[in-house]
């Protein structure tokens, strides 16, 4: 048989659902030992170059400082581009915390989608 693989349709968030995704987020972090040391999230206004209709959704960037091991981060990364709800990877910076060289300070920027 050829069966072509399902893709994944991911939701748009809708205003009063911001809460639980980043109750989820934090849930998907706990499960991947991701120690979560901020979160906070704040909507902005669109870029020229975005390709969603600017009537319908607002961008909301979500801002995490966190403590991991490289390889705990990347099953969190993953899980969170996997999860249901469409969410990007829009930049990270990794610091080394002395002394401790196994755990990473961590800085990540994730972005969505808010339907109006």
């Given at each position: 048989?050829n069966?072509?693989?399902?893709?994944?349709?991911?939701?748009?968030?809708?205003?009063?659902?911001?809460?639980?995704?980043?109750?989820?987020?934090?849930?998907?972090?706990?499960?991947?030992?991701i120690?979560?040391m901020?979160?906070?999230?704040?909507?902005?206004?669109?870029?020229k170059q975005?390709?969603?209709?600017?009537?319908?959704?607002?961008?909301l960037?979500?801002t995490?400082?966190?403590m991991?091991?490289?390889?705990?981060?990347?099953?969190?990364?993953n899980?969170l581009?996997?999860s249901?709800?469409?969410?990007?990877?829009?930049s990270?910076?990794?610091?080394?915390?002395?002394p401790?060289?196994?755990?990473?300070?961590?800085?990540?920027?994730l972005?969505?989608?808010?339907?109006?």
């Amino acid at each position: 048989t050829n069966q072509k693989p399902t893709s994944k349709v991911r939701k748009i968030i809708s205003d009063p659902e911001i809460v639980s995704l980043l109750q989820s987020i934090s849930e998907i972090a706990n499960k991947d030992g991701i120690q979560i040391m901020q979160i906070k999230s704040s909507k902005e206004s669109q870029t020229k170059q975005e390709k969603v209709p600017a009537d319908k959704f607002t961008p909301l960037v979500i801002t995490l400082d966190l403590m991991s091991d490289y390889h705990h981060f990347g099953k969190f990364i993953n899980d969170l581009e996997n999860s249901q709800t469409f969410i990007a990877v829009q930049s990270f910076k990794i610091n080394s915390q002395q002394p401790d060289y196994i755990k990473q300070r961590i800085s990540l920027v994730l972005k969505t989608y808010v339907t109006k």
